[in-house]
């Protein structure tokens, strides 16, 4: 039993018709069954109004009844397609209810209403093939007994995997290409904006878990999570709850996109709760390229213009050339016999298409559909409307082909259509390839690679109760490796909740300088930032990991970029540097000015005490030690990293083993005062005087070695210091450099010993306490040097030893001529024969 929304014109018919030579069984979705209320009150607390006006009669789907139309029109005027043979066709009403899902076929196969199982009542109707499927279950199901004729089946409903089966569905054909693009489209979308944290709401039939399972696969490529899965009934008949997805929406709170897949049936009862409109407000993507009418369906409405403001769909980019001025152009009158013609006229413009109509009053002569552009459902082509366009067409030029083959047999029977059985039109049908006039290849081919165009349309709210679908990108694909992605970011109208594009990740992106660290047993999308280690970087956004820098760069301190280091050395610019070459200066000028004080008063009695060559050579030999110093200061080249370490070995030798003969000198001068020849010719011979050659060759020797062997050479140092290469001297052999130190100091170890046994001889002119605290200051000095030099890294190591050099060099010549300078120059009563003698009367 039908709705009697309107009793004019309305005689209980379900179906209309255009007789021909030829005709087509159509099956189109216009009205519903009354019993299907019973089924709907189980799902709302009060009535569903918003509903009944939508879909108790889907004028939205009487577009496909006017494709139809223009279709079998224009190959009907064609000469050259179907000439002297007419197409026309029968309409019968699509049920969605599963308990009359056979009754419009029934009726077909019978010719009448009341229809009788294998008995046709009407042969003179010649009908060829079958147009369906706006829903891959109806076509599958009305396919179960059209097979049994063998009747051809052509589908313009979304492609169904399902269907694509021979074996089961061998009269099948689906018009519709399978939309291998859509989910990459998705993907492409998300990335742009950097959506990972997504919400998806699917029909759960097998579209919709196809397409769920080919997206999580290309989500997961991508890095995109899916935070949780909706999955709607596709039984309307059964007892369902619609809070179901409400509360997902809820508890993510992070998750500002919502990816939608489903019919605008599927959408609005997922939305008929109300409480879904106070949540906060998402973008949502409407991802089924059949949500043509969408806009048609919430304009005046403000609480869904609320919740779909911003949003997005995917629409399959389709034109059918001619059919806009077809509707344009469309009367009253075009279609008398037509009951959903006179419907369609009164419920859009309130007035009757005839007279019969008497509640009505009749529609002015100049009135047609351009006149109300309000009329969105019908105006906009839809990819059902082109694909029932291309499979009229389809079933057109197969039919030629077929009419073609029997004519070239020549036999008089095959050239009536009265003998024209609808198994014949296969083979034709299966191997039909051609061009229609909106340039697009049309075949049933199981490996068709037809580019896919799709609009990305965004909703723009523009009133209080409007709102309008505006083209902001667009999607081509080919295949996998040609695809294109363009979108125009200002013309996007995101949600009013939005102050600037929406983010919807689980965590924030970890930033340049930082990696990303997965956190157990949670998605990709839920991670850690982690700032970067030491000389490595991360210099784009969400990282797997850091990137370590060349031993030549370093990270800045924000670690996203290496910078290459700077060469650097102990130069004389380096406050280092400088502070440490002032310092060998200052004491070189004060060894030289001691040099000087002695050379005046060498004539002095405590300067011909104390052995006046032995000091001078002493003199000299720190005043080298001082200068030396120099050599390691300012930019190493191979020259000055030999004579450092060379230079540095003999002239302490020569300094140390000066000092060892100056206690000899003191030991032998006091001795020469007791009975004994044997001190005396040591003495007078200068046998002392030896012990200064044979250390330094001694020194010379080892270090010829150390030359031979391993000899110091200019190296870098990448790693002491952050931002900085160092240029320094390698010792090469490092035993050979310690064994250099360790004859210094045994040498002084001796000096110290001997210089210790003899402190206690008369004091005036005895040296022995002078150069035993200076070897106690020496032996001091270098004992600290080797853990400190062994800690320290780069230019430190190079100023240690400058200072270590500086320190002892100052000890020997502080302690040693020092107190002689402060008898000579301010206690000269000290510095005579008389007092000498007088000391040594006492003693």
């Known amino acids: 039993m039908e709705l009697p929304l309107f009793t004019c014109g309305y005689k209980g018919e379900t179906n209309t018709y255009m007789e021909a030579d030829v005709n087509l069984a159509t099956f189109i979705p216009i009205s519903i069954p009354l019993d299907l209320s019973q089924y709907l009150q189980i799902l709302f607390d009060r009535k569903p109004t918003l509903l009944w006006k939508f879909d108790l009669l889907k004028w939205r789907n009487y577009q496909y009844l006017l494709t139809l139309y223009f279709a079998i029109e224009e190959i009907n005027k064609d000469s050259n397609l179907l000439p002297n043979i007419t197409l026309g066709f029968h309409i019968y009403n699509a049920f969605n209810s599963n308990k009359i899902t056979l009754e419009g076929l029934l009726m077909w196969l019978s010719g009448r209403s009341d229809y009788i199982p294998n008995y046709k009542c009407n042969t003179q109707h010649k009908a060829l093939g079958i147009i369906s499927g706006n829903k891959p279950e109806f076509s599958a199901s009305i396919a179960t007994l059209s097979e049994l004729y063998n009747v051809p089946q052509v589908t313009y409903g979304p492609f169904d995997s399902m269907l694509s089966d021979k074996d089961t569905f061998p009269s099948l054909y689906q018009m519709s290409t399978e939309d291998r693009g859509l989910a990459q489209g998705l993907i492409s979308l998300l990335l742009h904006f950097g959506w990972r944290w997504v919400g998806i709401i699917v029909s759960d039939d097998q579209r919709g878990r196809e397409f769920l399972s080919d997206l999580k696969v290309k989500m997961v490529k991508e890095d995109i999570c899916v935070a949780f899965t909706v999955k709607l009934p596709d039984n309307l008949n059964e007892n369902v709850n619609y809070d179901y ?61 609320n919740l779909f403001s911003g949003s997005f769909s995917f629409l399959k980019k389709r034109t059918i050339p001619g ?56 105006m906009t082509i839809s990819e059902p409307s082109y694909s029932i366009w291309s499979a009229v067409y389809a079933v057109a030029h197969a039919l030629h082909k077929m009419l073609l083959s029997k004519t ?51 909703f723009i709210t523009y009133s209080f109760r409007n709102a309008l679908l505006l083209k902001v990108g667009e999607f081509v694909f080919k295949s996998a490796q040609d ?33 990303k660290v997965l956190q157990k047993e949670r998605p990709v999308c839920c991670f850690s930032c982690v700032f970067c280690p030491e000389q490595h970087i991360s210099n784009q956004t969400d990282q797997q990991g850091c990137i370590r820098c060349l031993s030549q760069e370093y990270p800045n301190p924000e670690r996203n970029q290496c910078l290459p280091k700077a060469v650097t050395f102990l130069s004389f610019e380096d406050p280092l540097g400088m502070a440490l070459a002032c310092t060998a200066v200052c004491f070189s000028v004060s060894t030289t000015a001691v040099w000087g004080i002695f050379l005046k ?19 000299i030999s720190i005043l080298l030690c001082f200068l030396c110093s120099f050599l390691f200061i300012g930019r190493p080249n191979t020259t000055s990293c030999i004579l450092q370490q060379i230079t540095f070995a003999l002239v302490f030798t020569l300094a140390i083993s000066t000092v060892l003969a100056k206690t000899i000198t003191v030991i032998l001068a006091f001795r020469v005062m007791k009975p004994g020849r044997t001190m005396r010719r040591l003495f007078v011979s200068g046998v002392y005087n030896a012990v200064i050659p044979i250390c330094v060759v001694i020194q010379l020797i080892i270090s010829g070695v150390w030359l031979e062997t391993s000899p110091p050479y200019i190296d870098t140092d990448e790693y002491s210091e952050h931002a900085h290469i160092i240029i320094l001297c390698n010792k090469g052999s490092i035993i050979a450099f310690y064994c250099v130190l360790a004859y210094l100091g045994t040498l002084a170890l001796g000096s110290f010993t001997v210089a210790f046994l003899v402190r206690n001889l008369p004091d005036t002119f005895n040296e022995a306490k002078f150069l035993t605290f200076s070897m106690l200051v020496f032996c001091s000095v270098w004992v600290t040097f080797i853990p400190v030099y062994q800690s320290t890294k780069g230019k430190a190591m190079v100023a240690v030893e400058v200072f270590s050099i500086l320190a002892s060099s100052a000890g020997l010549l502080g302690c040693i001529f020092f107190p002689k300078c402060y008898i000579i120059l301010l206690r000269p009563d000290k510095n005579s024969l008389i007092c000498i003698k007088k000391i040594a009367n006492k003693k």
């Open 245 to 305: 997805g409400l509360q997902n929406l809820k508890q993510h709170a992070r998750v500002n996109v919502n990816v939608f897949y489903g019919d605008i049936d599927d959408l609005l009862f997922f939305c008929v709760d109300i409480r879904i409109f106070v949540t906060r407000k998402k973008v949502w993507i409407l991802a089924k390229p059949h949500s043509t009418y969408l806009e048609s369906i919430i304009n005046g409405k403000h609480i869904m213009i």
């Open 323 to 378: 059919f806009k001025h077809f509707l344009e152009v469309l009367t009253p009158s075009h279609f008398p016999g037509d009951v959903y013609f006179s419907k369609f006229w009164i419920d859009s413009f309130n007035c009757s298409p005839n007279s019969r109509c008497g509640n009505y009053k009749p529609c002015p002569v100049n009135i047609s559909l351009k006149t109300k552009d309000k009329i969105n459902e019908v």
């Open 408 to 458: 070239e047999t020549g036999s008089k029977e095959d050239r009536n259509t009265d003998w024209l059985l609808s198994w014949q039109l296969h083979p034709f049908l299966r191997n039909i390839k051609f061009i229609n006039t909106a340039e697009d290849e049309i075949s049933f081919g199981e490996n068709k690679n037809i580019m896919e165009t799709y609009d990305i349309q965004n």
């Open 483 to 515: 695809q294109g992605f363009f979108i125009n970011e200002v013309l996007i109208q995101w949600p009013n909740n939005f102050k600037q594009t929406p983010q919807s990740v689980c965590t924030q992106s970890c930033g340049p300088g930082f990696w």
């Open 601 to 619: 008063h060498q004539e002095s009695a405590i300067i011909k005490a104390n052995n006046w060559t032995l000091s001078y050579i002493l003199l």
